[in-house]
Structures are given as structure tokens and as C-alpha cells.
């Protein structure tokens, strides 16, 4: 037997981490300073280059690790669309800051575990502390609990389990099939469709999510959602949550969310507010009002990775019933530490062991406030309405209505040459924005009609990368050709 070292194989020591974080910084500085002057997307995957780089990474030894991390960085900057990248006029995938990566750096450095109480209380304390915030500018009562998720597609689906806990009381014992009638939810069909995912994974199957067409403003239309339920009584299925979306993916409508919460209560519903990216504008007292009706939600979903600009990995579920996550995900067992009284988190959560995700935010909030982040978010909104206007100049027309800075426009000249042509032109419009590398859009369909869809969600955006995409959009509607 050989003498077993005083360190471990892994423990490369301080002095190599304080020296690989220089490099890894330096890295990050410099692909934040240079991503705005290289393309927003490649031209292709390039997943033949990527195997075969990978190919070297066969792990019968290691490499210095100097030499991989640029190497990485390359390979991400070469290949990947740059959600960091102002033009990127995407998803709802914002550049993180600053604050927010130092904080990824701490959580992953002092890797608190997230479960038990008792093993961080300080970790713990945190996320709560800003999740009463949250709250608090929602208007939830002071009692509103909650937990971290990963995203908004856990949020939704802890706002199900939730719901299901706190209507049927057999359901933590004997699941949907111990129900006395078939379960079924109502969302809009504009709403996020991992409410199909969800019901799926829940066990109530994708037939019981209900997706209630929208009105001309793509919001859940409320004659049609009484139909719906209406007829789901008459059939005997049994109604037990509804989905209000404020801010949804596609074209930032906001359900009427005092109507909904009405019929909610007057039906015994479970009333959840996705707010996933539109929860954002509660932070400005100005915009706030545009939600009006959340206060009186019983759960909602905000993610911090949207347009709160954490780095991925930050979604919250709220809910306003003490008690109501711990009834939902409570179990005790014999290698866990006692229960305490503050409450463990793996009681109150999907997940068990947790990373820190709170951080990140708290980080952030505390470098800036509310009034750093009202300030940017009223940016956005106004430089949101001043690309809607530069496109209404070049002869686009706005398809979406919204004050939320996602704007989705058409050529009418070509929506009037047929539904199938129309998808076609405006899908090829925005690859062709996306393949010049000039900014990244994409195509959208809102109640079925195509248009492309532009977001702003970067805080590195400004006016002039407005006039740049309103360009790139003007030479692809000149390339693609009318008739195809
Ligand atoms: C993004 C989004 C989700 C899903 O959230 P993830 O963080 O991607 O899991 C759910 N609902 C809405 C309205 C969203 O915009």
C-alpha cells in the first residue's frame, strides 16, 4: 500500500484557485467587452466542428486547465447565439449582472447546502429576505411564502402540486387516481405551454390542462373560459386551478387578472399568476399598476433570470397560505437533521439538495436598490415603444398590444397574400436577420397569425441597436422574396 497524502488528488490549493479565477475572470471581462463586435449568432450549429474539438477531450489524463478554459470560452463564443449580445432581441434570456455573476462565483465557492436549515441558516435567511421583498412589491400579504426554483417551468409546476394539495385532501396519499372526478386546469393559449409538460409529469395528464383562446389583445378570453368551465361541470370533470399569465412569451398580453381572480374565487379555483419575465415591473412604482389584480393571486411565479438579469438558474414560486408548500412537499426521515422549527427548505420545494440561487439577487437588489432596477426597467419600456414606432416608420405593422417592451410586427402586404405564405415569408425574414449575424429576432405566431417577434431585455441595449435591427429587418424583408 503507498503512503495516503496529507492532500486529496483534487486539491489543487490556493494559490492554483486564486490564479485559474484570475484567468476565468479575465475571460468573462473580455468576452463581455468584445461579444457586441462578433456576430449575435453563428451561421450554422457547427456540431461537427464541436465533436471533433471534443474528440481531444478523450480524459485518460488531464490538461492544464489554463489551456482548457480559453479553449472552452472560444468554442462558446464561436458557437452559441450571445444572449449577452445587445442586439440579441430575444427570448427572455437576459445579460446577467455583474453582481449576479459575483454571486454565482461566492455560492459556487462556499456551496451552502440548501436543505436542511440547520446547515445554512444564513443562505436560507437570505433567499427568504428577498423573497419577502418580491412579495411585498406584488402586493402578498406579509405571511407569503416561498422557494427558489430553477426556473419558471418549476415554479409553475410547484404552483400545481400546490393547488392539487391544498383542493383535494387524498391527493398527497393517493395521487390523481384517488380523486373524486377528473381534474382539469385553465390557462390562455397564448400562456406557456410547460403547463402541458406539467400536467403530464403530475400524473393529470396533458388532456386536463384547458387553453382558453384570447381575445384581439391575445389575453385568456373570459366568455370562452366560462364556457369552458361550464362545460367541464356539465361533464363532471372537477375544476381546481386557474392560470392567470401576466406578461406571456409570445406577445406580452397580461391576463385581466381582477376578472380572473373573481371568477376564481367565485368557483373555489386556485389562482396562480405566471409573472415569470412580466413580475419584473413590479419593481417600478410607476408600471406596477399594469398588474393589478396580483395581490390578490394565491400563488405566483416570478423568474429572477428574466428580466430581473440574474444568470440562469433563478426562478420563485410565491404563495400567499402558510403552510401550503410544507403540506406539498413535507417528508421526515431518519438521515436528514431534525426538523427545525424555521422550517427546512427540502420541506418546502420540488428540489432537496439546492444551490444557492438567492444570492445572485440579493447581490444584485443590494447594489442597486429598487429604485436601480425601476430605472432600467422603464428604459426598457420606453426603448421598447420607440422600436415599435421606428418599425411603424419603416412600414411594419405592430401585431401584439402591450406596453411591455416585446414588440411583434407583420408586413401587411404580405399577410395579405395567404395564411401559409405569410408564415413563410416572416419565418424566413427573421433567419435571415438571425444568419447576418446583425441581431437576433425570431418568428412568432400570436393566435396563429405570423410575425416576428422582438424582445429587449439586455441592459447593455440602447438606441442605437434599435436603428441597427430596424436595418437588418429591412435588408431581409428586400432579400426574401414576396412569392417563394
Ligand atoms: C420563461 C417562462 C416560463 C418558463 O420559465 P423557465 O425559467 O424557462 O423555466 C414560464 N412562463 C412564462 C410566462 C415564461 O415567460
Request: net charge negative; proline share 6%; charged share 20%.
Amino acid at each position: 500500500m503507498t503512503e495516503i497524502q496529507e492532500r486529496g488528488p483534487l486539491d489543487a490549493g490556493s494559490e492554483e484557485g486564486a490564479r485559474l479565477l484570475g484567468i476565468a475572470a479575465d475571460l468573462v471581462v473580455r468576452h463581455a467587452e468584445g461579444v457586441a463586435d462578433g456576430p449575435v449568432a453563428p451561421a450554422q450549429p457547427g456540431t461537427a466542428w464541436i465533436r471533433e474539438w471534443l474528440d481531444g477531450y478523450d480524459f485518460h489524463a488531464g490538461r492544464p486547465a489554463e489551456e482548457t478554459l480559453p479553449e472552452v470560452m472560444d468554442v462558446l463564443r464561436r458557437w452559441g447565439v450571445h444572449t449577452t449580445h445587445p442586439r440579441y432581441f430575444g427570448l427572455f434570456n437576459p445579460t446577467p449582472t455583474w453582481w449576479g455573476v459575483a454571486g454565482e462565483l461566492l455560492a459556487a465557492g462556499v456551496n451552502p447546502q440548501l436543505a436542511a436549515y440547520s446547515h445554512a441558516p444564513a443562505a436560507v435567511e437570505i433567499e427568504r429576505h428577498v423573497l419577502r421583498f418580491l412579495a411585498d412589491r406584488l402586493g402578498l400579504p406579509a405571511t407569503t411564502e416561498g422557494s427558489f426554483t430553477v426556473g419558471g417551468a418549476e415554479a409553475n409546476q410547484t404552483a400545481v402540486v400546490v393547488a392539487l394539495t391544498r383542493r383535494f385532501g387524498s391527493y398527497a396519499e393517493h395521487g390523481v387516481a384517488g380523486l373524486p372526478g377528473r381534474p382539469v386546469f385553465y390557462a390562455s393559449a397564448e400562456s406557456h405551454l410547460a403547463w402541458l409538460k406539467i400536467a403530464h409529469l403530475t400524473g393529470l395528464g396533458r388532456e386536463a390542462v384547458r387553453l382558453i383562446p384570447v381575445d384581439s389583445a391575445h389575453r385568456l378570453d373570459l366568455t370562452r373560459l366560462r364556457a369552458a368551465h361550464r362545460a367541464d361541470l356539465d361533464a363532471g370533470r372537477t375544476p381546481f386551478l386557474l392560470v392567470g399569465t401576466a406578461g406571456t412569451t409570445g406577445g406580452g398580453a397580461i391576463d385581466p387578472l381582477p376578472e380572473l381572480a373573481e371568477l376564481a374565487r367565485a368557483w373555489g379555483l386556485h389562482f396562480h399568476v405566471d409573472a415569470a419575465w412580466g413580475g419584473a415591473v413590479s419593481l417600478s412604482d410607476r408600471l406596477r399598476p399594469l398588474l393589478a389584480g396580483i395581490e390578490r393571486a394565491d400563488s405566483v411565479t416570478v423568474d429572477a433570470h428574466k428580466w430581473l438579469s440574474a444568470p440562469m438558474g433563478a426562478g420563485t414560486f410565491l404563495v400567499r397560505h402558510p403552510g401550503a408548500l410544507a403540506r406539498s412537499f413535507r417528508v421526515t426521515t431518519a438521515y436528514m437533521p431534525a426538523p427545525e422549527a424555521a422550517g427546512d427548505p427540502y420541506t418546502t420545494s420540488v428540489q432537496w439538495s439546492r444551490r444557492f440561487a438567492g444570492l445572485k439577487v440579493f447581490l444584485a437588489l443590494a447594489a442597486v436598490g429598487q429604485p436601480g432596477y425601476a430605472a432600467q426597467i422603464e428604459r426598457d419600456v420606453e426603448l421598447g415603444a420607440l422600436l415599435a414606432d421606428r418599425l411603424a416608420e419603416h412600414g411594419w405593422r405592430r401585431v401584439n398590444d402591450t406596453p411591455l417592451p416585446v414588440v411583434c410586427v407583420a408586413d401587411p402586404d404580405v399577410g395579405a397574400l395567404g395564411h401559409e405564405h405569410s408564415v413563410r415569408w416572416h419565418d424566413a425574414v427573421a433567419e435571415h436577420v438571425v444568419h447576418s449575424g446583425q441581431a437576433w429576432v425570431s418568428p412568432v405566431r400570436l393566435a396563429g397569425r405570423p410575425a416576428v417577434r422582438l424582445c429587449l431585455i439586455s441592459h447593455r441595449t440602447g438606441p442605437r441597436d434599435l436603428e441597427d435591427v430596424v436595418l437588418a429587418l429591412g435588408k431581409a424583408r428586400a432579400s426574401v422574396s414576396v412569392v417563394r
